[in-house]
């Protein structure tokens, strides 16, 4: 490739990454590809609203498209009806094979706090209809918010049926907090098997994507809101640590730098595969292989009614303590015999979040904020372990890290952040429970509340002590650890009611959903009531 060449093709790939609302492209760019099936086989998305914008998303995935090597030009459209006689805007955008066909197209001058309708079409092909909205603006009076919260779907442990269920929920959005792939094999499942070994290189976590992406009901959840978004391990590697490698797939402990070439291209794929802003792509892809930071941690105001927090704690967490024969990924470990444990350096959330994050709390009373709600990959509360030795903890959450779980719920308090809601997942449990000033002291107060939620199929091997594990930490009030779904939690200005939905069965793709339980908290109330 000579040199005007490669200029172009690096001004093609910034307007890629720039979502490129409004590129003009010749006539000739819309007949590029012979189109043989529908490219349209992912679905759409939405995702990053902000009270004037919001990013559309699709990912051209065919036969016709894989093979294609130059650029596929898309149209765009959005409205106010589904059956687009009321158009808003439009434009056209490239999907490219150095993103896997993806496009990212950020739309801005949109009302506040509207429900719009987006389409893509590449020649006489039409995409799904999505459904998608604004969110009101920071100092807008609100009502009401329901939001979903959801984690973990291994394709190989269950059906995502529990996906068709939320459609039902009337939501303003969805928090996803993790594990929306899994990078294993999966070749001893009874149900299905994802196929394809280890997800290692960056066509391997593509081809995983496309997979999940594949299935109808999750995709008819994506086309039905928009989502935000973060990640945990198995969009990388299990149980994986900053740059330490995790303890799933090729791992090579004498050969670092193999791991930072696959979180890489896990990076990427993950990017291409979520409706993001391509801000998060702080020194662009090329940054991405040199080790650069992809920034996902946000905030995003719903008026005045909720400040969402997303945190990112994979990407800058300190390695875990105290493994068992000094292995890599995580281990349940006896605090006592960890000299690490209590050092205050340690971080799970790297301390250039950590200082963002505590800025943010710090400038939370002036925004006047009703709820202010922290989504993040796992349990914040302390959770103990019976041994013959006394307890263990494990260290791959927020136990192992207490230092910096006390930075934290410190933060909280000095700040008189107001009403404080931390969502989690990662444990495949249900665990709901008030979050403690000090988890050593059970008369310590309480700081806010915790709804820490099951998985969408992935399994759990602890039910069998569930009720001990209740009774070793009281400041938990409920804990199921059986049954898989998600929870909706209803935001208003006078209380929050959070609505645990499970699944009869994830073995089943007719299964039915209930209501396993129910809690409300009153503002100005850390305290949760069963209802």
Not at 136 to 146: F, G
Not at 228 to 252: C, K, M, R
Not at 259 to 264: K, Q, V
């Amino acid at each position: 490739m000579n040199n005007i060449e490669s200029m172009k093709r690096r001004q093609l790939l910034h307007l890629l990454c720039a979502g490129a609302p409004s590129l003009w492209l010749p006539h000739r760019a819309w007949s590029q590809v012979r189109l043989l099936d529908s490219p349209f086989t992912l679905g759409v998305a939405s995702g990053s609203p902000s009270s004037d914008s919001v990013v559309l998303w699709t990912r051209l995935h065919s036969r016709s498209v894989l093979s294609a090597r130059e650029p596929i030009a898309l149209r765009w459209e959005l409205a106010h009806n589904e059956h687009f006689t009321r158009p808003v805007q439009s434009g056209q955008t490239l999907a490219d094979s150095q993103l896997a066909h993806a496009v990212h197209v950020e739309v801005n001058g949109l009302d506040s706090d509207r429900w719009y309708y987006y389409r893509f079409m590449v020649g006489d092909a039409v995409s799904p209809v999505g459904r998608t909205r604004t969110f009101p603006k920071p100092d807008a009076v609100v009502d009401r918010l329901r939001l979903a919260y959801a984690s973990c779907q291994k394709w190989e442990d269950g059906y995502f049926t529990a996906w068709r269920h939320m459609r039902d929920e009337n939501l303003d959005a969805v928090m996803f907090l993790g594990d929306y792939i899994y990078e294993y094999p999966g070749t001893g499942s009874k149900l299905r098997t994802p196929g394809g070994g280890w997800a290692v290189s960056l066509d391997d976590y593509r081809w995983r994507y496309a997979q999940y992406r594949g299935d109808a009901d999750l995709q008819a959840m994506h086309a039905a809101c928009p989502w935000l978004l973060t990640w945990d391990d198995h969009e990388v590697q299990n149980d994986y640590a900053g740059l330490q490698a995790g303890n799933s797939g090729a791992f090579d402990p004498a050969n670092p730098a193999n791991f930072a070439t696959r979180r890489a291209a896990a990076y990427q794929a993950w990017y291409e595969h979520m409706p993001v802003r391509s801000s998060v792509l702080l020194q662009g892809l090329a940054g991405l292989q040199l080790g650069a930071e992809m920034r996902i941690y946000q905030r995003l105001e719903y008026g005045r009614l909720a400040s969402l927090y997303l945190l990112d704690a994979r990407q800058y967490k300190d390695p875990q303590a105290c493994n068992k024969g000094d292995a890599v990924g995580s281990s349940r470990v006896n605090p006592g015999t960890c000299a690490p444990w209590q050092d205050p350096r340690r971080s799970l959330l790297g301390q250039q979040q950590e200082r963002w994050l505590y800025q943010e709390f710090a400038s939370a009373r002036s925004r006047q904020t009703r709820w202010n709600v922290i989504g993040q990959q796992t349990l914040l509360g302390e959770r103990r372990f019976r041994t013959a030795a006394g307890y263990s903890l494990w260290n791959d959450g927020w136990d192992g890290y207490s230092a910096a779980r006390s930075r934290l719920t410190d933060s909280l308090r000095q700040q008189q952040v107001a009403n404080p809601v931390v969502l989690g997942g990662d444990v495949h449990e249900n665990w709901v429970g008030h979050v403690k000033a000090d988890y050593a002291d059970p008369a310590s107060a309480s700081v806010g509340v915790e709804f820490c939620g099951t998985s969408i199929t992935s399994r759990t091997g602890g039910a069998a002590k569930t009720a001990e594990i209740l009774t070793d930490n009281p400041h938990f009030v409920f804990a199921d650890a059986q049954r898989k779904g998600y929870g909706v939690v209803e935001f208003t200005p006078d209380q929050l009611a959070t609505t645990l939905r499970v699944v009869d069965d994830v073995m089943r793709q007719d299964t039915r959903i209930a209501t396993l339980a129910r809690f409300t908290v009153q503002a100005g109330r850390p305290v949760l009531e069963r209802s």
